[in-house]
């Protein structure tokens, strides 16, 4: 089973700044990968599929990139509304569905 | 836009049994792979079952085997999830999410506001 390892757990960044979210995979799974947000107290919304595509609506500043086995989710420049919880997830072969184990960003 | 209402939600007793259901709409709903995602809490997300359009497949994780059962009404574009013998360990919110139409296209890209189920004595 695949393994999906999300680092750093916790990011502390500055408003303005950008933050660099890593998510690697035990075994390669080309580049089917998303990326969600998470808010407390809120269902996830869909930010990247594919590894790199933009769902409907999420703004430029989140960026993802990668393939194989390493991905990379990018905010160019954190908003206050982007201090959320983030989590990877495969797709390549399935089931099961695997999630990382999430990124939190906070505010330093 | 897609909306997703899960209902069904709340406190049961160890090896009991909860029936949990999500209302879609905006969408053609038979269509679409429909799953389970619940989150402990404090915790992350994790999978727990998918449906094909057609319902004839079905998939789960280990851990529900054998005691959940995951099914859709597509004449009524409602999924269901019946969980028996519950374990404290099931407690979570539990999301209803809407894949893709093929198992190529396994990013979630709706979900509900999720249903609290609690497992205890």
């Known amino acids: 089973e695949i393994v999906m390892t999300q680092s750093p757990a916790t990011l502390s960044v500055y408003p303005g700044e950008r933050a660099t979210l890593s998510c690697r995979a035990s075994?390669?799974?080309?580049?089917?990968l998303a990326w969600y947000q998470q808010k407390p107290g809120q269902a996830p919304r869909l930010l990247i599929y594919g590894a790199s595509t933009r769902a409907t609506g999420i703004p430029a500043r989140f960026s993802g990139s990668g393939s194989g086995t390493e991905f990379t989710l990018t905010i160019s420049s954190l908003q206050s509304e982007d201090f959320a919880n983030y989590y990877c997830?495969?797709?390549?072969?399935?089931?099961?569905?695997?999630f990382g184990g999430g990124t939190k960003v906070e505010i330093k | 836009e897609v909306q997703l209402l899960e209902s069904g939600g709340g406190l049961a007793h160890p090896g009991g049994s909860l029936r949990l259901s999500c209302a879609a709409s905006?969408?053609?709903?038979?269509?679409?792979?429909m799953t389970w995602v619940r989150q402990a809490p404090g915790k992350g997300l994790e999978w727990v079952s998918s449906i094909s359009g057609t319902g004839l497949s079905r998939y789960y994780v280990d851990s529900v085997k054998g005691r959940f059962t995951i099914s859709r009404d597509n004449s009524k574009s409602t999924l269901f999830l019946q969980m028996n013998s519950l374990r404290a360990d099931d407690t979570a919110v539990y999301y209803c999410?809407?894949?893709?139409?093929?198992?190529?296209?396994?990013?979630?890209?709706?979900w509900g506001q999720g249903t609290q189920v609690t497992v205890s004595s």
């Open positions: 999410a809407k894949l893709g139409s093929r198992p190529s296209e396994g990013w979630f890209d709706s």
């Open positions: 075994q390669s799974i080309g580049r089917s």
């Open positions: 905006e969408f053609i709903f038979s269509r679409y792979i």
């Open positions: 997830q495969q797709y390549n072969n399935w089931p099961p569905l695997i």
